[in-house]
């Protein structure tokens, strides 16, 4: 499991409230990214970060924010939650790249299921 | 920009039989391309990669996948599948130096007894 946790597992919270989601990891990798799972739509990228303070956006960031104060933990805040925010949510490392391509790999932690109603 | 497609959104197959599942991807350069398998209600695992050099790459749990640049294909195969390989599966290509995923939108695999 690449030693990677979220939490919590499972979220309800109620449209117009802030939701943050927590990444943490036990392998000081330098990249964590930030996707979210819907049906049809398979994994797609939110935010995703190269160190500490070190953020971009992925393919679908509105409305969401992210901040990364230590290596270890890398949080997804939900500013005002809308039901379309309503996911599950799966954050990633990147392990291997000092191996080169042959090496370089994302692994994916167990997935937090929000729901807003 | 980067795509892939993954035409199955749902296939059948019996225990014992042979399986592919289709990927196709849109990409400049050498792409760098995977299979992750994601049981009901976990995350996912890598299944394989391809990133250069020999088309046909080998996973685990006894699954392959064939690399074939003229087609733009990466499809996952296995000789025989397991109740086991019941599952969704998912086909991505890394994107640029920060090897953003881009993943298709899967294909479920449900397996006869």
């Known amino acids: 499991d690449a030693g990677i946790t979220q939490s919590p597992r499972h979220k309800v919270t109620e449209t117009g409230t802030p939701v943050t989601l927590r990444c943490h990891q036990t392998?000081?990798?330098?990249?964590m990214y930030w996707y979210r799972q819907d049906p049809g739509h398979g994994l797609r990228l939110i935010h995703y970060?190269?160190?500490?303070?070190?953020?971009d956006k992925g393919e679908v960031s509105d409305g969401y924010s992210v901040s990364r104060s230590k290596t270890e933990d890398f949080l997804l805040t939900l500013e005002s939650a809308t039901s379309s925010q309503t996911s599950v949510y799966f954050c990633?490392?990147?392990?291997?790249?000092?191996?080169?391509?042959?090496?370089?790999?994302?692994?994916f932690g167990p997935g937090t299921r929000l729901t807003v109603l | 920009a980067q795509s892939v497609t993954q035409p199955d959104i749902h296939i059948t197959v019996s225990e014992g039989a042979s399986l592919e599942l289709r990927c196709n991807y849109s990409?400049?350069?050498?792409?760098?391309l995977f299979w992750y398998v994601q049981s009901p209600g976990q995350g996912l695992q890598l299944l394989l990669k391809y990133f250069s050099g020999d088309t046909l790459v080998q996973g685990i749990k006894g699954f392959e996948a064939e690399f074939k640049r003229s087609q733009s294909s990466f499809n996952l195969r296995k000789p025989s599948v397991h109740w086991s390989d019941a599952a969704e599966y998912f086909c991505?290509?890394?994107?640029?130096?920060?090897?953003?995923?881009?993943f298709g939108q899967g294909t479920r695999l449900t397996i006869n007894p």
């Open positions: 392998e000081n990798h330098r990249y």
């Open positions: 970060s190269y160190g500490v303070k070190d953020t």
């Open positions: 990409y400049g350069a050498t792409p760098y």
């Open positions: 991505a290509v890394g994107q640029g130096g920060a090897q953003k995923l881009v």
């Open positions: 990633a490392i990147r392990s291997g790249l000092a191996g080169g391509r042959r090496t370089d790999t994302q692994y």
